[in-house]
């Protein structure tokens, strides 16, 4: 069993930054691919960004030219920069992790972004 632990959330106004984090409780070097999805009130969970095992990232459209996905594998870590944010970007982030053939998800973080 694999343990992912978001945090980084919390309340921004629109144009600020936050950064999450999604600590592994395993080493990430392996991994095939890390994700970040998010979840809004009353809407699917969608995909916002993935990185993938040799370094390879992908974006949802709305967050192109805003959003970071990173890894630091020393930390087993994966980071999500997220910059000028908006109020559409309100949600909860999750991370989720996949070692073929097991998928793994955190327990999510809020980002609320109001004025």
């Known amino acids: 069993q694999v343990q992912l632990v978001e945090s980084g959330g919390g309340l921004v106004q629109p144009g600020g930054s936050l950064r999450l984090s999604c600590a592994a409780s395993?080493?990430?070097?392996?991994?095939?691919?890390m994700a970040w999805y998010r979840q809004a009130p009353g809407k699917q969970r969608e995909l916002v960004a993935d990185i993938r095992s040799a370094g390879s990232t992908n974006y949802a459209d709305s967050v192109k030219g805003r959003f970071t996905i990173s890894r630091d594998n020393a930390k087993n870590t994966v980071y999500l920069q997220m910059n000028s944010l908006k109020p559409e970007d309100t949600a909860v982030y999750y991370c989720n992790g996949l070692w073929l053939p097991y998928n793994y998800w955190g327990q999510g973080t809020q980002v609320t972004v109001s004025s």
């Open positions: 395993r080493s990430i070097r392996s991994i095939d691919v």
